[in-house]
Nanobody, 123 residues
Framework: QLQLVESGGGFVQPGGSLRLTCSAS????????IGWFRQAPGKEREGVSC????????NYADSVKGRFTISRDTPKNTVYLQMNSLKPEDTAVYYC????????????????WGQGTQVTVSS
């Protein structure tokens, strides 16, 4: 069974850091364009970052560029989202998703979603 599981969310003060982990079972992450999305209360889900199947291409939303880094650990079948200099507006539920390709910072034709992990940035 194909499954994605996120972890690493939590509560952090502004300026702090978190690293989110997206682990896959039932398929290899190298076969997919993995995207991170987020959804804040009362807002639509938005793409944050995407890494291509080969790992050679990474893209970021303007709102997180320079602060977030997406990366892949092939032996662990895991994708990470390192989030630095966090701001209150980064507060959201973060999801990873396996799609067929990246369109900029958005994973497209998503076939699998994780359950989400809450990130709260507040003083």
């Amino acid at each position: 069974q194909l499954q994605l599981v996120e972890s690493g969310g939590g509560f952090v003060q502004p300026g702090g850091s978190l690293r989110l982990t997206c682990s896959a079972s039932g398929f290899t992450l190298n076969s997919a364009a993995i995207g991170w999305f987020r959804q804040a209360p009362g807002k639509e889900r938005e793409g944050v970052s995407c890494i291509s199947g080969s790992g050679g291409s990474t893209n970021y939303a303007d709102s997180v560029k320079g602060r977030f880094t997406i990366s892949r650990d092939t032996p662990k079948n895991t994708v990470y989202l390192q989030m630095n200099s966090l701001k209150p507006e980064d507060t959201a539920v973060y999801y990873c998703a396996a799609g067929y390709y990246c369109s900029g910072h958005v994973s497209k034709a998503v076939r699998n979603w994780g359950q989400g992990t809450q990130v709260t940035v507040s003083s």
